[in-house]
C-alpha cells in the first residue's frame, strides 16, 4: 500500500509510521553516540546503559522490577523480539494462541518456529464501539498442545486495549494449563481517554511465565532505528538471547543509548505525545462520521489505543482500498490482511492517523469529496 501511495502521489493513512520526527533530545543522543564512537558491536544483551533505562521504565511506569543484567534483552526491535521469542520457545506442532487478527508478523515467526496458531476472533460490536471476544471461545482454544499466548495490547490493528476482566481470564487460562505468554506492548504509552495500560505479567502466577516486549519505535517516533526489547524471567529470558545471537546477532549500536535517554525523558513528554495522539484521533474521526459507501454509512470504531482507526466501509475492503487513491487520493490498509480467515474482517478498513494534522484534514476532505 506504500508503494501504492508513492506511485499514485496519494497521502498515506495506511503503513504505520509517523511522518515526523521524535524528541530533539533523543535524535541528539543518537549523533553524540556515533559522534563520540559508539558504532561497534554492541554487547550481545545490549547496551548497559539501555538496558537498566528499560529496567527504570518498567518500574517508573507500570511498578515491575526486572534485572536489568540477565531479564532485559535488547533485540533488533519488537520483531525480533517476538520472533526470537517463538523461536525459543517453541517446538514442532505446539500451538500458540492469538487474538485474531494479528500484526502480520506473528504468524509468520509461528510457522517459522515449527508451531501452529489458533486464533481467537476479536469482533466489533457496532453498540459499545469496542472489540471483544468470546471468553468460552479463548477457553476452548487451550489444550494439551497449547505452548504459549501471544498478547497484544493496546493492538494493532483493532485499536483495543484489553481489559481487567479479560487479562484476569487470560492468567488463569495460562496458569491453569501451565502455558508461558508473550506480550506485545509497543503501544503502551499510546492509551486514551484515560484508559489504563495494563501488564499481564502483573497478573498472579504470571511473572515467572511472562515475556513482556515493547520497543521505542512507536513511543518515540523512530521506527526505523528498530530497539526493541525483552523483559522476564532470566531462565527465558536466556532461551530467547540463544536464539536472537543467531539472528541479528547485534544491531543499532548508537541508537541504543539515545533510546535509553528517551526512556528517561519526563513525564510531560509522554503526557504530551498521547495527548497530540488523542487529537490526531479526534480530528480523524470526527472528520469519517457521516461517510457513505453506497448509501451505507461507514462504522467507525474509535481506537482505545495505539494510532490506528477502524472503519467497516460496507464494502470488500481490498478492492476499496486498491481503489481508493484513484477515488480519493488517499492510501488505508484492509483489515482483511490481518485475519487468519480473510472474511471475519471483509469489509474493515484501517487508517494511521500518525500524521501531521494538515495531512489528516487534506484526507479528510479528500475522503469526503469522494463518500460524503
Known amino acids: 500500500m506504500s508503494a501504492l501511495a508513492v506511485k499514485t502521489g496519494a497521502l498515506n493513512l495506511g503503513q504505520g509510521f509517523p511522518d515526523s520526527d521524535g524528541p530533539i533530545e533523543v535524535s541528539n543522543a ?4 556515533i559522534r563520540s564512537g559508539v558504532n561497534q558491536y554492541s554487547p550481545g544483551p545490549g547496551h548497559p546503559d539501555l538496558r537498566h533505562a528499560i529496567a527504570e ?3 517508573r511506569f507500570w511498578n515491575v522490577s526486572f534485572d536489568p543484567d540477565s531479564e ?17 520457545l517453541c517446538e514442532l506442532g505446539d500451538e500458540v494462541v492469538v487474538f485474531d487478527p494479528t500484526y502480520d508478523s506473528y504468524a509468520a515467526g509461528i510457522s517459522m518456529a515449527g508451531a501452529r496458531i489458533r486464533g481467537v476472533l476479536l469482533s466489533p460490536d457496532p453498540e459499545t ?8 471461545e479463548l477457553r476452548r482454544a487451550f489444550n494439551p498442545k497449547t505452548r504459549l499466548i501471544l498478547v497484544n495490547t493496546p493492538h494493532n490493528p483493532t485499536g483495543k486495549v484489553f481489559t481487567d476482566e479479560e487479562l484476569t481470564l487470560i492468567a488463569e487460562l495460562c496458569v491453569e494449563h ?5 506480550t506485545d506492548e509497543v503501544y503502551e504509552h499510546l492509551v486514551f481517554d484515560d484508559g489504563t495500560h495494563r501488564l499481564l505479567c502483573t497478573y498472579p502466577g504470571m511473572t515467572e511465565r511472562t515475556l513482556t516486549v515493547s520497543s521505542g519505535g512507536k513511543t518515540f517516533s523512530f521506527t ?3 530497539i526493541g526489547w525483552v523483559c522476564g524471567p532470566a531462565p527465558i529470558v536466556a532461551a530467547v538471547r540463544t536464539a536472537k545471537q543467531f539472528l541479528t546477532f547485534v544491531n543499532g549500536a548508537p541508537f541504543q543509548p539515545a533510546i535509553a535517554t528517551g526512556l528517561r525523558l519526563g513525564d510531560d513528554y509522554f503526557t504530551n505525545f498521547v495527548a497530540e495522539m488523542q487529537a490526531k484521533r479526534e ?3 470526527g472528520a469519517l462520521d457521516g461517510l457513505t459507501t453506497d448509501g451505507h454509512p461507514w462504522d467507525i470504531y474509535s481506537p482505545e489505543g495505539t494510532y490506528f482507526l477502524t472503519v467497516d466501509v460496507h464494502t470488500d475492503g481490498i478492492d476499496f482500498c486498491m481503489a481508493l487513491p484513484e477515488t480519493a487520493g488517499v492510501v488505508a490498509v484492509p483489515s482483511a490482511v490481518f485475519y487468519q480467515d480473510r472474511r471475519d474482517g471483509a469489509s474493515l478498513v484501517r487508517f494511521c492517523f500518525a500524521k501531521h494534522d494538515t495531512m489528516l ?11 460524503g
Open 30 to 33: 543518537a549523533i553524540e553516540a
Open 57 to 59: 521504565h518498567q518500574e
Open 72 to 88: 532485559v534483552l535488547v533485540t533488533a526491535g519488537a520483531t525480533e523480539a517476538l520472533a526470537a521469542s517463538l523461536l525459543a
Open 129 to 136: 464501539g469496542r472489540f471483544g471476544f468470546d471468553p468460552d
Open 178 to 182: 501451565d502455558v508461558l505468554a508473550i
Open 224 to 226: 526505523g532505528w528498530k
Open 283 to 285: 480530528l480523524l474521526t
Open 361 to 371: 484534514t487534506d484526507a479528510s476532505a479528500r475522503l469526503a469529496d469522494a463518500f
